[in-house]
């Protein structure tokens, strides 16, 4: 499974962006599906994440101000984040944990290639 993840920029404090990342090739199921972020000089660290159920889960920093959804149609997980504030800045990963045979239990986790979030104080 590859991600393809768009739709960083800059952006001024208090404004929007909305990331896309879509997950192609083969899988038997793609599972949860999520954001993880690392700004600079900093470790990566968790955002949001979206089971194939839909259930979600956010990191206390964002839980108000981002929205995680997913089109399963679409294989396209997307990270709506509102209010942001310059602590927000970083390169954003997203990420798919994935099957490639019915009844296995063993997952595989793809990583898209990162896309900069920039805001401007």
């Known amino acids: 499974v590859q991600l393809q993840a768009s739709g960083g920029g800059l952006v001024q404090a208090g404004g929007s962006l909305r990331l896309s990342c879509a997950a192609s090739?083969?899988?038997?199921?793609?599972?949860?599906m999520g954001w993880y972020r690392q700004a600079p000089g900093k470790q990566r660290s968790f955002v949001t994440r979206?089971?194939?159920?839909?259930?979600?889960l956010y990191a206390d920093s964002v839980r108000s101000r981002f929205t995680i959804a997913r089109d399963n149609a679409k294989s396209t997980v997307y990270l709506q984040m509102n209010s942001l504030e310059p602590e927000d800045t970083a390169v954003y990963y997203c990420?798919?944990?994935?099957?490639?045979?019915?009844?296995?239990?063993?997952?595989?986790?793809?990583w898209g290639q990162g896309t900069l979030v920039t805001v401007s104080s």
């Open positions: 990420y798919a944990d994935f099957t490639v045979r019915s009844g296995s239990a063993v997952q595989y986790r793809s």
């Open positions: 979206i089971s194939g159920d839909a259930s979600m």
């Open positions: 090739g083969s899988a038997f199921s793609i599972n949860d």
